[in-house]
T-cell receptor, first 114, second 110 residues
């Protein structure tokens, strides 16, 4: 099992550009989520999904879109990048609800917006 | 609402013990503990699902006091490998909306 994979590992964008961060898992997990982590801060939930076709907002959803067309994939789209979106982004998955299950994290994507 | 963690940072010598606390102003139904080493992804340590539950593996254990809405992580006879940032996490209002605390940075020195 590859676990949770994320691409790219590093990305530099200019303000206003759009891009998609990819996340995939091969553990047949129903629950997937995106977090951002800023220096010295904890992880903040952006969006999550409880299964294919179902997504919902987390704590900091503005400026991001998600979709979940398959169980395996959960891409995160930045619509119009802003410097405030410079962060490390982690994708995570768990068997079912994150409330009662271990979350497995991907290696992260370091995003810089100039 | 984000859980509160204390202390923010702690420095230990190898073999010393540490306690990291996590508390919430809202009722806690589950508490998760994760450790993140610098430049890496968070790694799961344990979940506590019931008030009064205690868990542990190796020399890391945790307790959950549902009434006090708090959990504590205990690191005994710390090793260099214990260094990292420890996060507690919990659900937000019954739902799937998961929230982490701000983290406690633990440094273990030789």
């Amino acid at each position: 099992n590859a676990g949770v994979t994320q691409t790219p590992k590093f990305q530099v964008l200019k303000t206003g550009q759009s891009m998609t961060l990819q996340c995939a898992q091969d553990m047949n997990h129903e629950y997937m989520s995106w977090y951002r982590q800023d220096p010295g801060m904890g992880l903040r939930l952006i969006h999550y999904s409880v299964g294919a076709g179902i997504t919902d907002q987390g704590e900091v959803p503005n400026g991001y879109n998600v979709s979940r067309s398959t169980t395996e994939d959960f891409p995160l789209r930045l619509l119009s990048a802003a410097p405030s979106q410079t962060s490390v982004y982690f994708c995570a998955s768990s068997l079912e609800t994150a409330s009662y299950n271990e979350q497995f994290f991907g290696p992260g994507t370091r995003l810089t917006v100039l | 609402q984000q859980p509160v963690q204390s202390p923010q940072a702690v420095i230990l010598r190898e073999g010393e013990d540490a306690v990291i606390n996590c508390s919430s102003s809202k009722a806690l139904y589950s508490v998760h503990w994760y450790r993140q080493k610098h430049g890496e992804a968070p790694v799961f340590l344990m979940i506590l699902l019931k008030g009064g539950e205690q868990k542990g593996h190796d020399k890391i254990s945790a307790s959950f006091n549902e009434k006090k809405q708090q959990s504590s992580l205990y690191l005994t006879a710390s090793q260099l490998s214990y260094s990292g940032t420890y996060f507690c996490g919990t659900e937000n209002n019954y739902g799937q909306n998961f929230v982490f605390g701000p983290g406690t940075r633990l440094s273990v020195l030789p």
